[in-house]
DNA sequence: AGCACATCCTTCGAGTCTCGAAGCATCGCT
DNA sequence: AGCGATGCTTCGAGACTCGAAGGATGTGCT
């Protein structure tokens, strides 16, 4: 069966690209958790709010409060009240913040176990991907 | 760039995976670390050591005495002395170890967002995270 | 306006996970 | 026998996860 193989491989994969970025998550005294709500908050859109965020995350409100603190005592992240629903707390990377992001994502690309793919089957794998992700929607 | 989106969905993927799976692991006491443990100690094969668990799951041995120390408790796994390495621990699954792995792995192929492929198209997918996982071996 | 209810977030406590440092037992080698 | 290497465990500290409970704000209803 195929889909074991798959779900096995795709596994592995995120558990040796988490084993490889790990030593630069040391460095700025992140971990996986709180790097991957890093990566989240993409500067180029609208400053999430801390209920879209653990949507994201798929974690609970007293998760995505802990790990936002965790942003904000590393100076990464500033948590700010939205004007416009006062209950609301919307979150924005500092400039140190988009920095470590940046260099997330860059590194992430270079150390990924995908980068082994040459761009016609990074393409059709992108493709079918996007194909799991959207009709799997929820 | 496709290698981002890759990356980007891939991890999407697994975090509803695990989200979806979440319910069965609690109904049994276990998490995502301990499930995935379980999951890769294979029945039909020997029973594989402490060392190598740890080299399966890309942690180290206070982490995976831990770990192992919670699927003993919740009565899954026995531990016992290799007779041929008296400093080595072999892992065997109880009888109720091995009908909750089973349990495990077959909700986990029904949940799994993969699971929305037709055969053609996993069998393509299988096809490239294979040559990934192969092709970055490590 | 006032009240009930829902929503967003935080706090708290308990259990779980992760890792470096240190220590114990055993193995392989000389 | 002695010595370094290996496999595992213990310990302590920090990080993560979640349910229960509570405070603040928005929404709808009368």
Redesign the pocket.
Known sequence: MDLLAVVAAAHEISMRAE?RI?PLL?LH???????H?LWSIDPSEPPP??????DR??????????????LV?RGLVT?A??????????LTLTSRGREVREELVSTMLQVTPFAVLDPSELSQLAALLTRVTDASAG
């Open positions: 084993d790990g040391a005294r992140l971990t996986p958790p709180t790097a709500a709010s801390m209920k879209l965020m653990a995350l798929y974690c609970n409100a007293p998760n995505l409060t802990f790990l936002v603190n965790q005592d948590r009240t939205d004007p416009s629903d006062r209950r609301s707390r919307v």
